[in-house]
């Protein structure tokens, strides 16, 4: 499994867009990269997955450069309700036989 | 949409019972979690199970032993619970495709004392 790294807290105001990239150096050529987002006392929810380029959903978007080493998730204009701890995740769901490990995430605190 | 039910939201037990937490899906899935996650240490998966009667031990399986005998019900299992497996104990899962998400419940907090 290729591990990751990424900023341990990030801060940001209210409307602003947030940025917070993945490094994952050791990623192998049949790995997805996966983010999810977790609120307190709650468990991780999926947000957003991609291999190459860039990807969109209503919630976020994925760059992922040429070489795969490193990704960004982007969150347009965010909330309050957008502070949350962040995780990503890199490698392949298949066949029940590959564990998925998570690292610690990005706290991300949104500011009013 | 998926749902993944864990069986209590708290407990409270003390030191040498046994503790079981349950988890429910019911979306058919072959694959199914159990995670601990404790400040500052993240997310750590500590068993995982692919199929009825299947399992496979994660990263921190010392203490803990499952139980899969139905496809939908997972349980997690502490033989002799300790003041360290006090956590908040997550259940997950997915269907196993190549780009299948994980579904996590709500979690177990889990207080031993």
């Known amino acids: 499994l290729a591990k990751t790294t990424q900023p341990i807290s990030m801060d940001s105001y209210e409307g602003q867009e947030v940025n917070i990239t993945c490094s994952h150096n050791?990623?192998?050529?049949?790995?997805?990269i996966t983010w999810y987002q977790q609120f307190p006392s709650q468990g991780p929810r999926f947000i957003i997955q991609?291999?190459?380029t860039k990807v969109t959903n209503e919630v976020a978007s994925l760059f992922i450069p040429a070489d795969r080493k490193s990704s960004t998730l982007s969150l347009p204009r965010v909330s309050l309700s957008d502070t949350a701890v962040y995780y990503c995740?890199?490698?392949?769901?298949?066949?029940?036989?590959?564990?998925?490990?998570f690292g610690i995430g990005t706290k991300l605190q949104v500011i009013p | 949409d998926v749902k993944v039910t864990q069986s209590s939201r708290y407990l409270v037990k003390r030191t040498g019972e046994k503790v079981f937490l349950e988890c429910v899906q019911d979306?058919?899935?072959?694959?199914m979690f159990w995670y601990r996650q404790d400040p500052g240490l993240g997310l750590r998966l500590i068993y995982f199970s692919y199929d009825v009667k299947m399992k496979e031990k994660g990263d921190i399986p010392e203490g803990y032993s499952v139980s899969r005998e139905k496809k939908e019900r997972f349980s997690l299992i502490l033989e002799s619970a300790s003041t360290n497996q006090t956590s908040m104990y997550l259940c997950a899962t997915t269907t196993g495709a190549i780009t299948g998400e994980l579904f996590f419940g709500e979690g177990s907090r889990l207080t031993v004392l």
């Open positions: 995740l890199v490698g392949r769901l298949s066949g029940g036989y590959q564990k998925v490990t």
């Open positions: 991609g291999y190459k």
């Open positions: 050791n990623i192998a050529t049949n790995d997805y």
């Open positions: 979306m058919d899935h072959e694959n």
